[in-house]
């Protein structure tokens, strides 16, 4: 099972930290990722973390964004800054089912992130 | 980046008949291990996506079997042999050969007629 928390009213150029708790898998061992998908559009790839700690990143986010994870706590974490009008999206954390994949297999149910 | 395009971007369907959806890859999708990351995600109304079919035609556990997928290279197909009423929502294809970014094709929204 996969929890997101943290989704907000943000106003432009302001910062926002999601988190993802999990609970039924051994979190420490697969990769997690975000996904997001703004109003009634299509899913758009945001980050990894993926085996060995390498982290991957959309370029729309690079820079702005950082994925992390506490393997102790079992929770991922999204840290956004200078957030712009078109960040505005429900956000989904995703694991992978394969230790040697890291993409989105098992979602979580959202958190919306709101910019305006 | 690999652009997915899936076709048609409308399906409606009466239910008890089948359904098939393309998606077509800007390059191929083969990896240097030979295969092929390409899945299929449904996306119900309200809810979030849940995986149908990885690597272009293993079906997830607890998928009905009505669910396949088929394809090669940069041509793929996710095809339903008998709509039922659960299955309204929107597909989308993704594939992870080419990472990164993960891409997703733009969604097929399946309704009844």
């Known amino acids: 099972l996969l929890l997101e928390s943290g989704g907000n009213w943000v106003l432009p150029g302001g910062s926002l930290t999601l988190s993802c708790a999990a609970s039924?898998?051994?979190?420490?061992?697969?990769?997690m990722t975000w996904v997001r998908q703004a109003p009634g559009k299509g899913l758009e790839w945001v980050a990894g973390?993926?085996?060995?700690?390498?982290?991957f990143y959309a370029d729309s986010v690079k820079g702005r964004f950082t994925i992390s994870r506490d393997n102790s706590k079992n929770i991922l974490y999204l840290q956004m800054s200078s957030l712009r009008v078109e960040d505005a999206a429900v956000y989904y954390c995703?694991?992978?089912?394969?230790?040697?994949?890291?993409?989105?297999?098992?979602w979580g149910r959202g958190t919306v992130v709101t910019v305006s | 980046d690999v652009v997915l395009t899936q076709s048609p971007l409308s399906l409606p369907v009466t239910l008890g008949q089948p359904a098939s959806i393309s998606c077509r890859s800007s390059?191929?999708?083969?990896?240097?291990?030979?295969?092929?990351?390409l899945n299929w995600f449904q996306q119900r109304p309200g809810q979030s996506p849940r995986r149908l079919i990885y690597k272009v035609s293993n079906r997830d556990s607890g998928v009905p079997d009505r669910f396949s997928g088929s394809g090669s290279g940069t041509e793929f197909t996710l095809q339903i042999s008998r709509v039922e009423a659960e299955d309204v929502g929107v597909y989308y294809c993704?594939?992870?050969?080419?990472?990164?970014?993960?891409?997703f094709g733009q969604g097929t929204r399946l309704g009844i007629k």
């Open positions: 039924g898998i051994t979190f420490s061992g697969f990769p």
């Open positions: 390059q191929s999708l083969v990896y240097s291990d030979g295969e092929i990351y």
């Open positions: 993704m594939q992870g050969t080419h990472w990164p970014p993960i891409t």
């Open positions: 995703a694991a992978s089912l394969s230790s040697d994949w890291c993409g989105p297999d098992i």
């Open positions: 973390s993926c085996n060995s700690g390498t982290t």
